[in-house]
């Protein structure tokens, strides 16, 4: 198991586990709660230190995978967010309190090959790089690993070859 031990804001040594993730709660073996959360900021609340106040106020950790905010503009945000359960719950309220809307991006993106042509439309909007092109023969290449499950290139496939059940 991969553990760090570091001083947290507070002052005390913090453990947090990176294995051990249950797919299905988002609960670590050791008790804390992970979720992958997918952010969308209203007009106006762009300027608002919605990330600091995770962190400060929520003993949250966060990390930041993408983000597309611009002043005085809508924005969106993908990132992790690990603490102890009742930590991300209110953290999770907090961010509604805020008009901060967010979803928890759980699932996967399955990748039809059979139906895919791959014209690599899906990589121009693919932010993580998980879905490039091969520099040989120009097919597509999947890298689960690497995907946020922003589910862009299921928007952006002219043929429905990428999706995500149900």
């Keep these: 198991m991969n553990s760090e031990k570091r001083i947290g804001i507070n002052g005390r040594a913090s453990d947090r586990a990176n294995a051990g993730v249950s797919a299905d709660t988002g609960e670590t073996s050791t008790g804390e709660k992970r979720v992958k959360a997918l952010l969308t900021y209203p007009p106006g609340a762009v300027g608002k230190p919605i990330t600091y106040s995770l962190v400060r106020q929520f003993n949250l950790w966060i990390n930041i995978l993408h983000a597309e905010i611009a002043a005085d503009k809508a924005g969106r945000l993908i990132m992790d967010i690990q603490g102890s359960a009742d930590d991300v719950d209110r953290g999770l309220r907090f961010l509604t309190a805020e008009d901060i809307e967010y979803e928890i991006l759980n699932g996967s993106i399955v990748w039809d090959e059979d139906k895919c042509v ?49």
């Excluded at 299921?154 to 995500?164: D, E, Y």
Aim: one cysteine or more; hydrophobic letters at 35%.
């Design 118 to 166: 791959h014209c690599g439309a899906c990589t121009a909007v693919c932010p993580s790089h998980a879905l490039t092109m091969d520099n040989l023969d120009w097919s597509l290449l999947f890298d689960k690993e690497k995907c946020y499950l922003c589910r862009l290139c299921t928007r952006a496939c002219p043929v429905g070859a990428m999706s995500t059940p149900i």
